[in-house]
Protein backbone atom coordinates (compact mmCIF):
# COMPACT_ATOMS: atom_id res chain seq x y z
CA UNK A 1 0.00 0.00 0.00
CA UNK A 2 1.66 3.27 -1.35
CA UNK A 3 2.36 5.92 1.55
CA UNK A 4 0.34 8.86 2.09
CA UNK A 5 2.81 12.03 1.53
CA UNK A 6 2.10 14.97 4.91
CA UNK A 7 2.57 18.24 3.84
CA UNK A 8 2.96 20.40 6.70
CA UNK A 9 1.41 23.92 5.90
CA UNK A 10 1.95 26.98 7.75
CA UNK A 11 -2.06 29.34 8.64
CA UNK A 12 -0.20 32.57 9.50
CA UNK A 13 -1.03 36.18 10.96
CA UNK A 14 -2.37 38.44 13.71
CA UNK A 15 -4.55 37.35 16.52
CA UNK A 16 -8.27 37.78 15.58
CA UNK A 17 -8.40 37.41 11.80
CA UNK A 18 -9.60 33.95 12.28
CA UNK A 19 -7.27 31.48 11.19
CA UNK A 20 -8.43 28.69 13.88
CA UNK A 21 -12.20 29.59 12.20
CA UNK A 22 -11.06 29.11 8.58
CA UNK A 23 -9.22 25.96 9.27
CA UNK A 24 -11.99 24.34 10.95
CA UNK A 25 -14.55 25.05 8.67
CA UNK A 26 -11.90 22.88 6.68
CA UNK A 27 -11.13 20.23 8.15
CA UNK A 28 -14.42 19.92 10.59
CA UNK A 29 -17.13 21.61 8.46
CA UNK A 30 -18.21 23.71 11.19
CA UNK A 31 -17.63 27.63 12.43
CA UNK A 32 -18.08 28.21 16.36
CA UNK A 33 -18.76 32.18 16.95
CA UNK A 34 -16.40 32.44 19.70
CA UNK A 35 -12.79 31.39 19.96
CA UNK A 36 -10.51 31.10 22.97
CA UNK A 37 -7.24 32.85 21.21
CA UNK A 38 -4.42 30.07 19.90
CA UNK A 39 -1.85 29.53 22.55
CA UNK A 40 1.59 28.68 20.87
CA UNK A 41 0.50 26.66 17.84
CA UNK A 42 -2.08 24.00 16.83
CA UNK A 43 -2.72 21.85 14.25
CA UNK A 44 -4.79 19.79 12.26
CA UNK A 45 -4.67 17.35 10.00
CA UNK A 46 -6.62 16.12 6.59
CA UNK A 47 -6.94 14.02 3.73
CA UNK A 48 -6.74 15.93 0.16
CA UNK A 49 -7.29 14.32 -2.96
CA UNK A 50 -5.12 16.19 -5.96
CA UNK A 51 -5.04 14.71 -9.08
CA UNK A 52 -1.10 13.64 -8.87
CA UNK A 53 -2.88 11.26 -5.57
CA UNK A 54 -3.77 11.65 -1.66
CA UNK A 55 -1.51 13.89 0.23
CA UNK A 56 -2.51 14.40 4.18
CA UNK A 57 -2.15 18.39 4.97
CA UNK A 58 -1.00 18.82 8.39
CA UNK A 59 -2.36 22.25 9.11
CA UNK A 60 -0.32 24.44 11.58
CA UNK A 61 -2.48 27.20 13.03
CA UNK A 62 0.00 29.79 14.80
CA UNK A 63 -0.54 31.94 17.31
CA UNK A 64 -0.89 35.36 15.99
CA UNK A 65 0.04 37.61 19.42
CA UNK A 66 3.91 38.97 19.21
CA UNK A 67 3.98 37.24 22.31
CA UNK A 68 5.09 34.03 20.73
CA UNK A 69 7.38 35.38 17.33
CA UNK A 70 9.95 33.37 19.54
CA UNK A 71 8.29 30.05 19.42
CA UNK A 72 6.97 30.62 16.17
CA UNK A 73 10.26 30.23 14.46
CA UNK A 74 10.78 27.03 15.40
CA UNK A 75 7.45 25.47 14.12
CA UNK A 76 8.02 27.29 10.48
CA UNK A 77 10.67 24.73 10.10
CA UNK A 78 9.98 21.83 7.07
CA UNK A 79 6.85 23.88 6.26
CA UNK A 80 6.15 23.61 2.38
CA UNK A 81 3.90 26.06 1.71
CA UNK A 82 1.64 29.12 3.75
CA UNK A 83 -1.50 31.14 3.92
CA UNK A 84 -1.09 34.75 5.49
CA UNK A 85 -4.48 35.70 6.83
CA UNK A 86 -5.78 38.72 7.07
CA UNK A 87 -9.38 40.26 8.62
CA UNK A 88 -10.80 42.26 5.58
CA UNK A 89 -12.77 44.24 8.15
CA UNK A 90 -8.76 45.35 9.71
CA UNK A 91 -6.72 47.10 7.52
CA UNK A 92 -3.92 47.03 10.17
CA UNK A 93 -3.97 43.12 10.21
CA UNK A 94 -3.30 43.84 6.23
CA UNK A 95 -0.35 45.80 6.39
CA UNK A 96 1.33 43.24 9.16
CA UNK A 97 1.07 40.56 6.34
CA UNK A 98 4.26 41.79 5.34
CA UNK A 99 5.82 41.27 8.35
CA UNK A 100 4.38 37.61 8.96
CA UNK A 101 5.97 36.77 5.16
CA UNK A 102 9.54 38.34 6.47
CA UNK A 103 9.08 35.99 9.64
CA UNK A 104 8.56 33.04 7.40
CA UNK A 105 11.04 33.36 4.64
CA UNK A 106 13.80 34.03 7.48
CA UNK A 107 12.94 30.75 8.49
CA UNK A 108 12.31 28.83 4.63
CA UNK A 109 13.35 31.24 1.88
CA UNK A 110 11.25 30.00 -0.51
CA UNK A 111 8.09 29.40 0.52
CA UNK A 112 5.64 29.37 -1.92
CA UNK A 113 2.43 31.42 0.07
CA UNK A 114 -0.89 32.61 -0.71
CA UNK A 115 -2.70 35.69 1.24
CA UNK A 116 -5.94 35.26 2.64
CA UNK A 117 -8.80 37.55 3.05
CA UNK A 118 -10.78 36.61 5.92
CA UNK A 119 -14.41 37.95 7.17
CA UNK A 120 -16.81 38.55 3.43
CA UNK A 121 -19.62 38.11 5.77
CA UNK A 122 -18.87 41.42 7.57
CA UNK A 123 -17.47 43.36 4.63
CA UNK A 124 -19.20 42.48 1.46
CA UNK A 125 -18.76 46.50 0.47
CA UNK A 126 -14.77 46.59 1.51
CA UNK A 127 -12.70 46.94 -1.71
CA UNK A 128 -10.74 44.42 -2.12
CA UNK A 129 -7.96 46.08 -3.94
CA UNK A 130 -4.98 46.81 -1.33
CA UNK A 131 -5.20 43.09 -0.36
CA UNK A 132 -4.81 42.13 -4.41
CA UNK A 133 -1.87 44.74 -4.21
CA UNK A 134 0.17 43.61 -1.67
CA UNK A 135 -0.10 39.59 -2.57
CA UNK A 136 1.09 41.04 -6.47
CA UNK A 137 3.73 42.62 -4.85
CA UNK A 138 4.46 39.27 -2.70
CA UNK A 139 4.23 37.27 -5.67
CA UNK A 140 1.41 35.60 -4.25
CA UNK A 141 -2.52 34.56 -5.09
CA UNK A 142 -5.15 36.21 -3.59
CA UNK A 143 -8.40 34.73 -1.82
CA UNK A 144 -11.26 35.88 -0.58
CA UNK A 145 -12.89 33.83 2.36
CA UNK A 146 -15.63 33.80 5.29
CA UNK A 147 -14.79 31.01 7.86
CA UNK A 148 -19.03 31.50 8.58
CA UNK A 149 -20.20 30.58 5.31
CA UNK A 150 -17.31 28.59 3.84
CA UNK A 151 -17.24 31.21 0.77
CA UNK A 152 -13.48 30.42 -0.51
CA UNK A 153 -12.29 28.25 2.43
CA UNK A 154 -11.94 25.02 0.03
CA UNK A 155 -9.76 26.95 -2.63
CA UNK A 156 -7.27 28.42 0.03
CA UNK A 157 -6.82 24.72 1.33
CA UNK A 158 -6.42 23.53 -1.81
CA UNK A 159 -3.95 25.91 -3.32
CA UNK A 160 -1.73 25.17 0.03
CA UNK A 161 -1.95 21.01 -1.03
CA UNK A 162 -1.19 22.01 -4.81
CA UNK A 163 1.70 24.19 -3.73
CA UNK A 164 2.77 22.25 -0.99
CA UNK A 165 3.13 19.13 -3.34
CA UNK A 166 5.88 18.03 -4.85
CA UNK A 167 4.07 15.61 -7.26
CA UNK A 168 2.06 18.86 -8.06
CA UNK A 169 2.98 20.05 -11.81
CA UNK A 170 4.19 23.85 -12.08
CA UNK A 171 0.93 24.87 -13.24
CA UNK A 172 -1.32 22.57 -11.36
Not at 28 to 46: L, N
Not at 51 to 74: C, H, N, T, Y
Not at 129 to 135: H, L
Request: hydrophobic residues 45%; glycine residues 10%; positive net charge.
Amino acid sequence: MPTIPVLKVIIAGDGNVGKTSLIRRYCEGKFEQSRIATIGVDFQTKLVDLPSGQVKLSIWDMAGQDRFQVMREGFYRGSRSAALVYDLTDLASLAHLKRWRDELVAVVPSLPMVMVGNKRDLAPEASLAPGEAMARAMGAAHIVTSALTGHGVGEVFMSLAKMANPRSAPDG
